[in-house]
């Protein structure tokens, strides 16, 4: 009796945790961990920009100097330097960051209109945040600093 007791508890405990697990729903396409932390403070961080591509054309380059900061209140700011016609300039601007559609998407609204963008978000790790632009089709892959 005592030993059908345990294996009841037993399986009931299995049932429980597969549960919570299977409920455990992955909100982004390449998503391959479950984070304990939220989207929230997962987006809150200090990102520069390791890869970029535009219609299969690698072109990293041109986003070598882009550092993005958003907070977890929802402020942001993109710093950036880069080269035109052989000047280089260098930007700052502040603006702030939201999710959108289910947190599918996030939306970045700056002083500096000319650098808004909305994404839909690929994968979001502690330390790696893949977006897709959704005007341009530029798929960026940003890493923690």
């Known amino acids: 009796m005592k030993m059908r007791k345990e294996a009841i508890g037993f399986l009931a405990g299995t049932v429980l945790l597969s549960s919570l697990f299977l409920s455990c729903e992955k909100k982004y396409d390449d998503d391959n961990t479950i984070e304990l932390t939220s989207r929230k403070e997962r987006v809150a961080n200090t990102w520069i920009i390791s890869y ?3 219609d299969g054309e690698n072109v ?3 986003y070598d100097q882009y550092e993005l900061y958003l907070n977890s209140d929802g402020d942001a700011t993109l710093d950036a ?4 016609f052989g000047v280089t300039y260098e930007t700052s601007t502040e603006g702030t960051w939201a999710f959108r559609n289910d947190d599918e998407e996030l939306v970045l609204d700056f002083e500096d209109d000319e650098q808004d963008a909305d994404y839909q978000i ?6 790696e945040l893949w ?3 959704l005007d341009s089709n530029i798929e960026l892959h940003l890493l923690e600093k």
């Open 60 to 62: 990293s380059s041109n």
């Open 52 to 54: 970029a591509e535009d």
């Open 81 to 84: 330097d880069y080269t035109a």
């Open 122 to 127: 690929l994968r979001l790790n502690n330390d």
């Open 131 to 133: 977006v897709l632009n």
